[in-house]
């Protein structure tokens, strides 16, 4: 009966030129009740449906069927996210949603399909035998847009053979705050690098028919002042619009259906009660996907935030800021603070449709009501191979590097022989510190290294707090060279809070044993964000920022080790060399001025964009077209770059701009283009770019897009501080 009374509706509707999908939901809205309607706004983890309780640590999940009944039926839950504490295998994800999916279409009265979500911030890491590729941040570093590209969608067929439609990725944050412990979760501190490879990720990921992708945080959470997660932000109005938005704006053009809110407070407004920044994603962008709750996070706006006086109090806040689904994520205690808020007129039933309209619409396009086909699972080792490859930064090479085949390597350090120090967090397990995980295939660095024949020695006994009170200098000493493998441990949120950003004092403790040994040293560091080198930053032969490569990271770094492969990555933040440096890139002019009145006061250990390879590099022949540019005009400027090595290699090519007077103080370089270029020993190639004028445009103290005229700078090098420039001047007042 149901379906003739669409079909009638879409064939009158369709007259009035709605869609069919318009018409689908229209209909299917007028049935449904308010607890059905408010069900669909609530999306719970999925261990709210097994018998032993939210936080289980039992090896399966056995649905409940009479929690089943009371969460699906009678309140109507439309969304699940989640799993236990251990990763499901994919066959088991499979039988799991399908179960899920069947009891809503079968047993609840209208026979919504649920929309199913997890995080995949780096393949489908909480699936058992899914692969587990480098975090974002090595991706950031690759700088390689179609590599991003495929890798979100093979994230996405992975997740499709679990039968999971919705991925909380990507992270959109800017990596400004080093001190933050979530950082190896973002792309990069710039925001270019940041809305050019998460728009790919959006594009590769939906590609795949029947996923859909969730943007997060908006906006500014990666920004707290103190570093600590969640802590307070200060953010000034002008870089939220300049630099923090446009990547969301930019994923949300390419397709973007879903935006997770930011569960911390910028400038004491937290990211769940911002309804002028919601108000501008939908009305101003034209945003017709949801907005969804962080976790539990209408609490926070309470306990935390204390905006509001009670939970209740949260969700109108909350709802009427403009958030359409809440990832409550225990029980109904969201379903039943919003019905009474409805019946009481505190919220008014129109807001609630519009949400429902945006979530079911959303299902609607990923084609749930559709018999769903669920592939099997693949693995894709040969693609988290590249990436992690590509994804290391070659900081230092006092020439030690490339290792040579019949070295004798002492490997040491917490890093050297463990599988969870290469994957990271969020991998099988939230902070992704348990090795029974580990997949069978998968290689520590030292197991990598004996798979391949190099003479190795394993030192055991550091921990990354701790050394084991052995003979370090003696095994170091038999050695031609060390390899030590620093870092911090895999951890996220607030676990991962510190209050020094210099490396423990037990690995600087390691570093000065394996340097009094008087052989070579080579330091790699796996770890999210960069942690203070202190003295290794001069002492060391080579240092490798290898982020969290992943499963096949072992394997890739031994390639670059014994140079069967070539560094490209490139450095997606400022590596500061001391404590009180947490000023990163983009930096302004100010933060240049030093103790005794000059302009050294920006010293860091490496600057953004650095990043050294085998090959060597030239840049010459640097021109532009232009040194007066029109409103509408543009600047085209060429130069050449020739590999003068004996090495075959990949060069980033970055293009900055810098404003040198405007009416709001200016960061000094920030990115506008790169292009990636690979070349052959004594190959050149002549690389062209056009500065379109919108690369021009700055906000102002009314939060506006403008123009100013004056004089600006391109930049063109291997990095954010050896430039050669062009200077040249916009007159809005000409053509
Ligand atoms: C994190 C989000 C994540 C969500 C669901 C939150 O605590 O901040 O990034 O998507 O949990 O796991």
Not at 218 to 233: Q, T
Not at 514 to 526: C, D
Not at 686 to 697: G, H, M, Q
Request: charged share 20%.
């Amino acid at each position: 009966m149901r379906w003739i009374t669409i079909w009638l509706c879409l064939l009158s509707l369709h007259s009035w030129g709605q869609s069919e999908k318009e018409v689908f939901i229209a209909d299917l809205l007028s049935q449904m009740t308010l607890e059905e309607k408010v069900g669909q706004m609530t999306n719970l983890g999925v261990t709210a449906l097994v018998a032993e309780g939210f936080w289980t640590d039992a090896d399966s999940l056995l649905l409940d069927p009479l929690l089943m009944s009371v969460y699906i039926n009678r309140h109507g839950v439309g969304s699940f996210q989640g799993k236990g504490v251990y990763p499901p295998h994919s066959e088991e994800w499979k039988t799991l949603t399908h179960q899920l999916q069947q009891y809503a279409k079968e047993e609840t009265r209208l026979g919504i399909p649920l929309l199913m979500g997890i995080d995949a911030v780096h393949g489908a890491h909480y699936t058992h035998d899914a692969t587990i590729f480098p975090h974002q941040l090595g991706l950031g570093a690759s700088m390689d847009v179609d590599l991003v590209h495929r890798i979100a969608q093979a994230t996405s067929r992975d997740l499709l053979a679990c039968g999971i439609s919705w991925n909380f990725s990507p992270v959109l944050d800017l990596a400004w705050q080093p001190l933050w412990g979530r950082i190896e979760e973002t792309f990069s501190a710039d925001a270019y690098v940041t809305a050019t490879l998460g728009a790919a990720y959006v594009a590769g990921a939906q590609s795949v028919p029947g996923v859909s992708v969730c943007l997060k945080h908006l906006a500014g959470y990666s920004f707290p002042f103190s570093g600590k997660d969640r802590s307070p932000i200060h953010l000034a109005p002008v870089d939220l619009q300049q630099f923090f938005l446009p990547p969301f704006q930019k994923a949300v053009e390419a397709g973007a259906s879903s935006i997770m809110l930011n569960s911390g407070a910028v400038n004491g407004i937290p990211g769940h009660a911002d309804e002028m920044l919601i108000r501008q994603v939908k009305e101003y962008w034209g945003f017709q996907g949801f907005m969804v709750s962080d976790w539990d996070d209408l609490t926070k706006l309470v306990d935390v935030h204390r905006v509001a006086t009670d939970y209740k109090d949260a969700t109108r806040i909350a709802v009427m800021a403009g958030m359409d689904m809440c990832m409550v994520p225990y029980d109904s205690t969201f379903s039943v603070a919003l019905i009474e808020l409805v019946r009481e007129k505190a919220v008014p039933i129109e807001r609630i449709d519009d949400a429902v309209t945006r979530i079911l619409g959303v299902k609607y396009d990923l084609g749930l009501w559709e018999e769903q086909d669920t592939p099997d699972l693949s693995r894709h080792d040969d693609l988290a191979i590249e990436a992690a490859t590509k994804s290391m930064v070659l900081l230092k090479n006092n020439g030690v590097l490339p290792l040579q085949e019949d070295d004798v390597i002492a490997i040491a350090g917490p890093g050297a022989h463990s599988m969870t120090a290469l994957n990271g967090p969020w991998s099988r397990t939230w902070k992704g510190d348990d090795p029974q995980y580990d997949h069978p295939n998968a290689m520590t660095i030292y197991d990598a290294m004996q798979s391949k024949g190099k003479k190795v020695t394993w030192l055991d006994g550091a921990s990354y707090d701790s050394l084991a009170t052995v003979d370090w200098l003696v095994g170091f000493q038999q050695a031609d060279k060390i390899l030590l493998v620093l870092g911090e441990p895999p951890t996220t949120e607030k676990n991962s809070d510190i209050h020094d950003l210099r490396l423990p004092a037990a690995q600087m403790e390691l570093f000065d044993l394996a340097y009094a040994s008087g052989k070579p040293v080579v330091v790699v560091l796996l770890q999210g964000r960069p942690r203070l080198l202190g003295d290794i930053q001069a002492k060391a032969e080579a240092i490798i920022h290898a982020f969290y490569p992943g499963e096949l990271g072992g394997r890739a770094l031994v390639d670059l080790l014994y140079g069967e492969a070539n560094f490209s990555g490139k450095l997606p933040y400022t590596y500061p060399a001391h404590t009180g440096h947490i000023i990163g890139y983009p930096y302004r002019g100010a933060d240049l001025l030093d103790a005794s009145f000059g302009m050294e006061g920006y010293p860091p250990a490496y600057p953004f964009g650095h990043g050294l390879s085998y090959s060597d590099f030239n840049l010459i022949d640097f021109t532009c077209s232009d040194t007066l540019m029109g409103a509408d005009g543009s600047i085209t400027c060429s130069i050449t770059l020739q590999n003068t090595g004996t090495t075959r290699g990949t060069e980033v090519l970055q293009w900055y701009l810098q404003d040198e007077v405007a009416s709001i103080s200016p960061v000094l370089w920030r990115m506008v283009h790169f292009d990636r270029i690979s070349l052959m020993p004594a190959g050149q190639e002549t690389i062209t770019f056009t500065l379109p004028t919108e690369s021009l445009r700055m906000v102002n103290r009314e939060g506006e897009w403008i123009q100013e005229s004056g004089y600006f700078q391109i930049g063109v090098g291997n990095n954010s501080t050896d430039l050669q420039t062009h200077r040249f001047y916009l007159d809005m007042n000409t053509e």
